[in-house]
């Protein structure tokens, strides 16, 4: 399928200018692009939807002239096109073929649209390249199949391991008291969505070595798990849908009880948790 039937218009619109800006002001410094993250899982959203690229330089471009091509190009792109924002890193092909827990010292990303240098950033883990290997999307360049592309089913499982314990235990704790900032941030959709979904992520990755969508992990979520957790799995589901075409949201599966909606995320995310900390 061409990439621009898997590509949304609005997306497509951000790539193109940041190409031909950057093509026109610094030719060659980027190469290769290729697109991950939910566009690539085929599961974007026009509104909330970032735009994951990995980009590929040539070898002997360092870091200072990448950043000096990308500086003023990202400030003119974050005027004109605000939304929907880049996120992404640059690599070698050297990089690629390395992958994330070989790569040495610090590249060029973007966070939200803004180039920094980092030796972690986002997109620097295997999930990114787990991805690209899954289905992740050829702009320009060398085709993906074709790419010197590292991927490790085992190094994937154990990161995604390390998750556990680095975010998502600390990011559920923070929630425990009802009056704290993070207990009254479980109250909002995106708790719901972020957490119910993203849990649910981690479990269909280590159980299956795949890459899932949100809505993809719900539906995983559905058939794995027991069926007290599926009232909270469709309201996930249902936030993370949004409006429907004519911009109706569909009305929360609990009503007005959002205490209930909280308990019983908390209740699933730590379930998830507890049940991946024993799958060995």
């Known amino acids: ?44 959203h026009r509104i909330h939807s970032d735009i994951d690229l990995v980009l590929i330089r040539p070898e002997d471009i360092d870091n200072a002239r990448t950043m000096a091509a990308l500086e003023p190009v990202l400030a003119w792109v974050r005027e004109m096109y605000p939304k929907p924002e880049i996120d992404a890193i640059v690599l070698s092909a050297s990089d690629l073929a390395a992958g994330p827990d070989r790569i040495e010292g610090i590249r060029p990303v973007i966070v939200e649209g803004v180039p920094e240098l980092s030796e972690t950033g986002s997109q620097r883990n295997p999930v990114t390249w787990a991805t690209l290997q899954q289905c992740g999307i050829t702009w320009r360049g060398l085709p993906l199949p074709n790419a010197d592309l590292w991927y490790d089913r085992a190094a994937l499982i154990d990161w995604e391991r390390r998750n556990i314990d680095d975010y998502w235990r600390p990011w559920l704790a923070m929630s425990d008291h009802l009056a704290s900032r993070g207990g009254i941030l479980t109250f909002r959709p995106y708790f719901i969505e972020w957490g119910v979904l993203g849990i649910t992520r981690l479990h269909a990755t280590i159980a299956t070595g795949e890459i899932f969508s949100k809505y993809q992990a719900g539906e995983y979520g559905l058939d794995h798990f027991d069926e007290r957790w599926r009232h909270i799995l469709k309201e996930a589901m249902r936030i993370r849908s949004g409006p429907n075409d004519n911009g109706a949201t569909c009305p929360s599966l609990y009503g007005r009880n959002l205490l209930k909606r909280r308990s019983d995320a908390r209740a699933y995310i730590a379930t998830v948790i507890e049940d991946i900390a024993g799958r060995r």
Do not use: C
């Open 1 to 44: 399928m061409p990439f621009h039937d898997l590509v949304f218009e609005e997306a497509q619109t951000v790539i193109r200018m940041l190409l031909r800006e950057l093509d026109e002001k610094s030719p060659g410094v980027i190469e290769d692009v290729y697109i991950g993250g939910s566009i690539a899982l085929r599961e974007p």
